[in-house]
């Protein structure tokens, strides 16, 4: 059973920094780009930044770049979410997501990804 679980989330003054991780169980793993997305409450799930299968390339929402670092590490199965210069506007839940990848790494559509984790909370204060 594939499993993506979300960490790292919590509670965080505007202006700070968190760090998200997602460990996935993917078999292997390599063979997967990967994203996070956010959804706030009453809103849909957005796309905030994917990441090749091999890490070689990176793409990010326009109101995420500059701030948030996409990551990952193929031996330890893990992506990564940097975040810095939180702002209240990106509280809401995180979720990674994996598409196989042969769909092409960068897909913003949360159609494209196959697998998703239960997702972290975020909540940045003003």
């Known amino acids: 059973q594939v499993q993506l679980v979300e960490s790292g989330g919590g509670l965080v003054q505007a202006g700070g920094s968190l760090r998200l991780s997602c460990a996935a169980s993917l078999r292997p793993f390599s063979s997967y780009d990967m994203g996070w997305f956010r959804q706030a409450p009453g809103k849909e799930r957005d796309f905030v930044a994917a990441i090749s299968w091999r890490g070689g390339s990176t793409f990010y929402a326009d109101s995420v770049k500059g701030r948030f670092t996409i990551s990952r590490d193929n031996a330890k199965n893990t992506v990564y979410l940097q975040m810095n210069s939180l702002k209240p506007e990106d509280t809401a839940v995180y979720y990674c997501?994996?598409?196989?990848?042969?769909?092409?790494?960068?897909?913003?559509?949360?159609?494209?990804?196959?697998?998703w984790g239960q997702g972290t909370q975020v909540t940045v204060s003003s």
């Open positions: 997501a994996a598409e196989a990848s042969s769909v092409g790494a960068g897909s913003r559509s949360v159609l494209a990804y196959e697998y």
